[in-house]
């Protein structure tokens, strides 16, 4: 059976893991910019290798609870790169713990219910150790796409609202 | 020349030989080099194509509208069959079909009657056995045919079209040099063999053997001895008197030489064809190697200082390389600009189909199209200018009936006109129209509800409602142009490249859109200023003055207005607006003034650093909202300064004050 390798990293208590296809790198004490106005799911842009990047948050896009001081953060860089575009992201993790080789067979469909995160971003769960792992998708999780679908309806509404 | 231009030519002229002449070599090259890389169907419909310019080529006639409509549409047809070689679109097959049947259309036209579009065999012509003469071609091929892309196939089918042909392969001469000998037996003049091999011709040479045919054994024998003696008076043509010459079949011929040929197109990559490219002026590249080996040099001296710790050196160093790299980035960005020539070219066909489409008669115009501009820019402006051309041909030029009863010419005019101005290039798109009535476009926004019904609003106020998103005139949705989007994308696309975009107008005269663009848009100059920790960028060629106001005149907080030269503008705090941060400084604030597209207003920061050449980056489509901000740049410590958009700025402070 082929196996494929995995990151896993923490968020608050959970394990979550991503096809290392997909990471780029992992950087500690990475100097973020913030931007003034962004999205609140956007901690700010990070110079990485000479290019600008978002580093998006991974606590704020997984509805965790967002703690003044939070100690040491990680960035993790993303290739989400799909066909022919180039695209490079990057996002915060609480810890990072290690790589690890899992089998296709290994990987569980997502539970329908008891999930606190939303199911869109996650592929499949695996159990380690006694401990479930998330497996992410990270093209779905760090886009700005689902969002701006939400504001453009309520800025037609909006619109909708002051034509009357 | 390319096709499409020719063929506009032709159509003004269309007695014009040479003219006619390129047309059919344009189409002789497309389907030599389609033959070559295996498309098939843009062979067919070139061959058919250009089987109707040699008519017409030889007839000497001018061209007629139908021949020059199906060329067009047969050149569109060949750009969309290069992305479906196999023509497995059914769009492209019906409108290949469809191509067909319109090329044999006008064949009729042109020829009184119907000729099937297969080629027809040398024994159709070769019956025609009147003052046949026999011909010997001497064929040098070598690596030149291979890099011209000329497919021999294509260029021997023409020539075997004039008649009986006989191939003996020679190897080698007494130069080491192979060669192909072919006798050809044809009632056509000179003139035609060497139509036939107008490519090859520098590889040719051409003999007139024999008045009569020499494969014609009775007559061969009948002659020989005339012949026998003709041939000994003519000793440079030694092969000929080779009693059996070794003849080959005309396949087998064609797989020798195209062998090489396939290996090397299979060679080629299909990304080969998506890289662009850049021609660049040879004395640019060597000022960049010069650039490059005092760069190499002045590196040398920067170690050995450091090893020597001789810090007064490392100073000189330092400063030598500031200057090598500001002259880099100079001879760089010489090499990105590209004239506009080539885009403005093809705006040459837009204005063509347009026109025809609207029944409008136009001249295209273009000054100053060696105007240069970085490549990145002119990738972008393409679209915009388009669309506004399409406006000027749809709205502004009228219907040359009405042209006639105003006194104006009936042919209408659309000018570009390409200026450059120190940093900038000032691109104008002007008709002779009618222009734009500024009354229906008031009445027209306050129908739509874009402006209230006793708005006072100047001239200009008024045309910007142009831009304005779903801001439509149009009385009728024509294909063209008129479904409401349009001009606000016209001014977005200008705008990501920090271009401005006004309009002019004067009513029955026409309208004229100028276009003041960057000439590169990756560096430019920049002030750094701080508000709230975070480093921001204002462009250098926006900024007015740098002044200290005392913090006591700022009474009128909430108009948002002080005092500058004498007049009142509005004014914009970053801390305020930015990190909604109110505070004011102690005793006098710091602030910059800009002047951008003809409006002036103030930004209060918290500290001014310094002047930066600033490499700008694109945020991302993460940051696509964040209408402010045009971009982000690394600083020398690897921090990032974000670049405002002093025009977004603007609009920011005239929400407020409507609001």
Same mark, same amino acid.
């Given at each position: 059976?082929?196996?494929?390798?995995?990151?896993?990293?923490?968020?608050?208590?959970?394990?979550?893991?991503?096809?290392?296809?997909?990471?780029?790198?992992?950087?500690?004490?990475?100097?973020?910019?913030?931007?003034?106005?962004?999205?609140?799911?956007?901690?700010?842009?990070?110079?990485?290798?000479?290019?600008?990047?978002?580093?998006?948050?991974?606590?704020?896009?997984?509805?965790?609870?967002?703690?003044?001081?939070?100690?040491?953060?990680?960035? #993790?860089?993303?290739?989400?790169?799909?066909?022919?575009?180039?695209?490079?992201?990057?996002?915060?993790?609480?810890?990072?713990?290690?790589? #690890?080789?899992?089998?296709?067979?290994? #990987?569980?469909?997502?539970?329908?219910?008891?999930?606190?995160?939303?199911?869109?971003?996650?592929?499949?769960?695996?159990?380690?150790?006694?401990?479930?792992?998330?497996? #992410?998708?990270?093209?779905?999780?760090?886009?700005?796409?689902?969002?701006?679908?939400?504001?453009?309806?309520?800025?037609?509404?909006?619109?909708?609202?002051?034509?009357? | 020349?390319?096709?499409?231009?020719?063929?506009?030519?032709? /159509?003004?002229?269309?007695?014009?030989?040479?003219?006619?002449?390129?047309?059919?070599?344009?189409?002789?090259?497309?389907?030599?080099?389609?033959?070559?890389?295996?498309?098939?169907?843009?062979?067919?419909?070139?061959?058919? =194509?250009?089987?109707?310019?040699?008519?017409?080529?030889?007839?000497?006639?001018?061209?007629?509208?139908?021949?020059?409509?199906?060329?067009?549409?047969?050149?569109?047809?060949?750009? /969309?069959?290069?992305?479906?070689?196999?023509?497995?679109?059914?769009?492209?097959?019906?409108?290949?079909?469809?191509?067909?049947?319109?090329?044999?259309?006008?064949?009729?036209?042109?020829?009184?009657?119907?000729?099937? @579009?297969?080629?027809?065999?040398?024994?159709?012509?070769?019956?025609?056995?009147?003052?046949?003469?026999?011909?010997?071609?001497?064929?040098?091929?070598?690596?030149?045919?291979?890099?011209?892309?000329?497919?021999?196939?294509?260029?021997?089918?023409?020539?075997?079209?004039?008649?009986?042909?006989?191939?003996?392969?020679?190897?080698?001469?007494?130069?080491?040099?192979?060669?192909?000998?072919?006798?050809?037996?044809?009632?056509?003049?000179?003139?035609?063999?060497?139509?036939?091999?107008?490519?090859?011709?520098?590889?040719?040479?051409?003999?007139?053997?024999?008045?009569?045919?020499?494969?014609?054994?009775?007559?061969?024998?009948?002659?020989?001895? *005339?012949?026998?003696? &003709?041939?000994?008076?003519?000793?440079?043509?030694?092969?000929?008197?080779?009693? *059996?010459? &070794?003849? /080959?079949?005309?396949?087998?011929? $064609?797989?020798?030489?195209?062998?090489? !040929?396939?290996?090397?197109?299979?060679?080629?990559?299909?990304?080969?064809?998506?890289?662009?490219?850049?021609?660049?002026?040879?004395?640019?590249?060597?000022?960049?190697?010069?650039?490059?080996?005092?760069?190499?040099?002045?590196?040398?001296?920067?170690?050995?200082?450091?090893?020597?710790?001789?810090?007064?050196?490392?100073?000189?160093?330092?400063?030598?390389?500031?200057?090598?790299?500001?002259?880099?980035?100079?001879?760089?960005?010489?090499?990105?600009?590209?004239?506009?020539?080539?885009?403005?070219?093809?705006?040459?066909?837009?204005?063509?189909?347009?026109?025809?489409?609207?029944?409008?008669?136009?001249?295209?115009?273009?000054?100053?199209?060696?105007?240069?501009?970085?490549?990145?820019?002119?990738?972008?402006?393409?679209?915009?200018?388009?669309?506004?051309?399409?406006?000027?041909?749809?709205?502004?030029?009228?219907?040359?009936?009405?042209?006639?009863?105003?006194?104006?010419?009936?042919?209408?005019? +659309?000018?570009?006109?390409? =200026?450059?101005?120190?940093?900038?290039?000032?691109?104008?798109?002007?008709?002779?129209?009618?222009?734009?009535?500024?009354?229906? %476009?008031?009445?027209?926004?306050?129908?739509?509800?874009?402006?209230?019904?006793?708005?006072?609003?100047?001239?200009?106020?008024?045309?910007?409602? =142009?831009?304005?998103?779903?801001?439509?005139?149009?009385?009728?949705?024509?294909?063209?142009?008129?479904?409401?989007?349009?001009?606000?994308? %016209?001014?977005?696309?200008?705008?990501?490249?920090?271009?401005?975009?006004?309009?002019?107008?004067?009513?029955?005269?026409?309208?004229? $859109?100028?276009?003041?663009?960057?000439?590169?848009?990756?560096? !430019?100059?920049?002030?750094?200023?701080? @508000?709230?920790?975070?480093?921001?960028?204002?462009?250098?060629?926006?900024?007015?003055?740098?002044?200290?106001?005392?913090?006591?005149?700022? *009474?009128?907080?909430?108009?948002?207005?002080?005092?500058?030269?004498?007049?009142?503008?509005?004014?914009?705090?970053?801390? /305020?607006?930015?990190?909604?941060?109110?505070?004011?400084?102690?005793?006098?604030? &710091?602030?910059?003034? !800009?002047?951008?597209?003809?409006?002036?207003?103030?930004?209060?920061?918290?500290?001014? !650093?310094?002047?930066?050449?600033?490499? +700008?980056?694109?945020?991302?489509?993460? $940051?696509?909202?964040?209408? $402010?901000?045009?971009?982000?740049?690394?600083?020398?410590?690897?921090?990032?300064?974000?670049?405002?958009?002093?025009?977004?700025?603007?609009?920011?402070?005239?929400?407020?004050?409507?609001?």
């Amino acid at each position: 059976m082929e196996k494929e390798t995995y990151l896993t990293f923490l968020m608050d208590k959970d394990l979550f893991a991503v096809n290392v296809i997909n990471v780029l790198e992992v950087l500690e004490q990475q100097q973020i910019t913030r931007v003034p106005k962004a999205p609140e799911y956007i901690m700010g842009i990070t110079n990485f290798r000479g290019e600008i990047l978002p580093v998006f948050s991974t606590r704020h896009k997984f509805n965790l609870p967002i703690k003044e001081e939070m100690g040491k953060q990680y960035v #993790i860089v993303y290739d989400i790169s799909q066909g022919e575009q180039n695209k490079l992201v990057s996002a915060t993790a609480d810890g990072v713990k290690d790589v #690890i080789e899992i089998g296709a067979d290994e #990987i569980k469909p997502v539970p329908e219910m008891g999930l606190n995160y939303d199911s869109r971003f996650i592929s499949g769960v695996i159990e380690k150790n006694g401990r479930f792992i998330l497996m #992410i998708k990270p093209e779905k999780l760090f886009t700005t796409a689902d969002i701006e679908l939400n504001e453009s309806i309520i800025s037609q509404e909006k619109a909708a609202k002051q034509s009357k | 020349m390319n096709l499409d231009n020719v063929l506009i030519e032709l /159509e003004k002229d269309p007695h014009n030989a040479p003219l006619i002449n390129e047309a059919f070599r344009a189409m002789h090259t497309i389907k030599g080099a389609g033959g070559m890389y295996g498309f098939d169907h843009v062979v067919e419909i070139t061959h058919n =194509i250009e089987s109707l310019f040699d008519v017409i080529r030889q007839n000497k006639s001018p061209i007629s509208q139908s021949l020059i409509e199906v060329t067009f549409s047969s050149a569109d047809h060949i750009r /969309e069959l290069l992305n479906d070689e196999a023509l497995e679109n059914i769009q492209n097959i019906t409108r290949h079909k469809q191509l067909n049947n319109a090329i044999s259309v006008v064949r009729e036209q042109i020829t009184g009657t119907s000729q099937t @579009a297969e080629i027809p065999t040398q024994n159709k012509i070769a019956e025609k056995s009147a003052k046949l003469c026999t011909w010997n071609i001497l064929f040098y091929p070598n690596d030149d045919i291979i890099r011209r892309a000329i497919n021999l196939i294509y260029t021997f089918q023409d020539l075997f079209l004039l008649g009986e042909y006989k191939i003996s392969n020679t190897p080698y001469n007494s130069n080491n040099e192979q060669f192909w000998s072919i006798f050809l037996v044809t009632n056509q003049p000179y003139d035609e063999i060497e139509g036939a091999l107008l490519f090859v011709m520098d590889h040719c040479k051409i003999t007139k053997i024999a008045d009569f045919n020499i494969f014609n054994a009775d007559e061969l024998a009948f002659r020989n001895s *005339t012949l026998t003696n &003709k041939m000994a008076n003519e000793p440079e043509k030694p092969h000929f008197i080779d009693p *059996t010459p &070794k003849l /080959e079949p005309i396949n087998e011929l $064609f797989e020798e030489i195209q062998a090489p !040929i396939i290996k090397e197109s299979s060679l080629t990559s299909p990304e080969k064809h998506t890289t662009s490219r850049v021609n660049v002026d040879a004395s640019k590249l060597d000022q960049l190697m010069y650039l490059v080996s005092e760069l190499v040099t002045t590196k040398s001296e920067l170690l050995l200082a450091l090893e020597r710790q001789n810090y007064t050196k490392v100073s000189d160093a330092a400063e030598k390389i500031e200057k090598l790299s500001n002259l880099f980035s100079e001879n760089a960005l010489s090499i990105r600009l590209v004239s506009l020539n080539e885009m403005l070219s093809r705006f040459k066909r837009l204005v063509r189909d347009l026109s025809k489409q609207l029944n409008k008669s136009v001249a295209f115009v273009t000054v100053g199209d060696d105007t240069e501009l970085d490549k990145n820019i002119i990738d972008k402006i393409g679209e915009p200018v388009m669309h506004l051309i399409r406006n000027c041909i749809d709205h502004g030029i009228e219907s040359p009936e009405k042209r006639k009863s105003t006194g104006k010419p009936e042919t209408g005019s +659309i000018k570009i006109e390409a =200026i450059k101005s120190g940093n900038n290039v000032f691109l104008t798109i002007s008709d002779d129209g009618n222009g734009i009535d500024l009354n229906f %476009v008031r009445s027209k926004a306050i129908e739509n509800g874009f402006i209230n019904a006793n708005s006072n609003l100047t001239e200009k106020e008024i045309l910007d409602l =142009i831009f304005l998103p779903g801001f439509s005139t149009a009385q009728s949705l024509t294909n063209i142009s008129g479904r409401g989007v349009g001009m606000d994308i %016209v001014k977005k696309k200008i705008q990501e490249i920090r271009g401005e975009i006004s309009i002019n107008t004067i009513k029955g005269k026409g309208t004229s $859109f100028v276009l003041k663009l960057q000439q590169t848009v990756s560096i !430019i100059e920049t002030l750094l200023i701080e @508000a709230e920790g975070q480093t921001y960028a204002l462009p250098i060629e926006d900024i007015e003055a740098c002044i200290l106001e005392p913090t006591e005149n700022f *009474t009128d907080r909430i108009s948002r207005q002080i005092g500058y030269n004498g007049q009142l503008i509005p004014y914009i705090s970053l801390r /305020e607006t930015l990190c909604n941060v109110s505070r004011n400084a102690e005793i006098t604030e &710091k602030i910059v003034i !800009i002047k951008r597209a003809g409006k002036v207003y103030a930004i209060v920061v918290d500290n001014i !650093i310094g002047e930066y050449q600033a490499v +700008i980056k694109p945020l991302g489509e993460a $940051f696509s909202k964040l209408n $402010f901000l045009s971009g982000a740049s690394l600083l020398g410590d690897g921090s990032i300064a974000l670049l405002l958009d002093t025009d977004k700025l603007w609009f920011e402070i005239s929400a407020k004050s409507y609001n």
